[in-house]
Nanobody
Framework: VQLQASGGGLVQVGGSLSLSCATS????????IAWFRQAPGKDREPVSC????????WYADSAKGRFTISRDNAKNTAYLQMNELREEDTAVYYC??????????????????????WGQGTLVTVSS
């Protein structure tokens, strides 16, 4: 099982980055895909999630209107397009594949045997 997050980097406030999560070793299309982030000195927090199947989507309030999550089941890859970046978006971003996760009242759904796969993170630094 592999989840390879990429696309992080240094960007100025107001800029954009596109993160990718390339996966292998599991049934990508069957699982929910989530992006989490962890800022220095803070707990890991969910940013966005996309369900399998109909692709129901959830965003944290901090991401609404600025971030877009998507997935390409044919390529076993998920994406997080981040626009209008702010200094407070600085964090290590992680992708996660799971069979279901409840995020602030939204159930991001996957199917199959319970799994919870994590990739290594990619660092996003937003500077003024």
């Amino acid at each position: 099982v592999q989840l390879q997050a990429s696309g992080g980097g240094l960007v100025q406030v107001g800029g954009s980055l596109s993160l990718s999560c390339a996966t292998s070793g599991f049934s990508f299309g069957a699982l929910a895909i989530a992006w989490f982030r962890q800022a220095p000195g803070k707990d890991r927090e969910p940013v966005s999630c996309i369900s399998s199947g109909d692709g129901g989507i959830w965003y944290a309030d901090s991401a609404k209107g600025r971030f877009t999550i998507s997935r390409d089941n044919a390529k076993n890859t998920a994406y997080l397009q981040m626009n209008e970046l702010r200094e407070e978006d600085t964090a290590v971003y992680y992708c996660n594949a799971n069979t279901g996760v409840l995020l602030e009242g939204f159930y991001c759904q996957g199917f199959g045997y319970p799994v919870d796969h994590w990739g290594q993170g990619t660092l996003v630094t937003v500077s003024s």
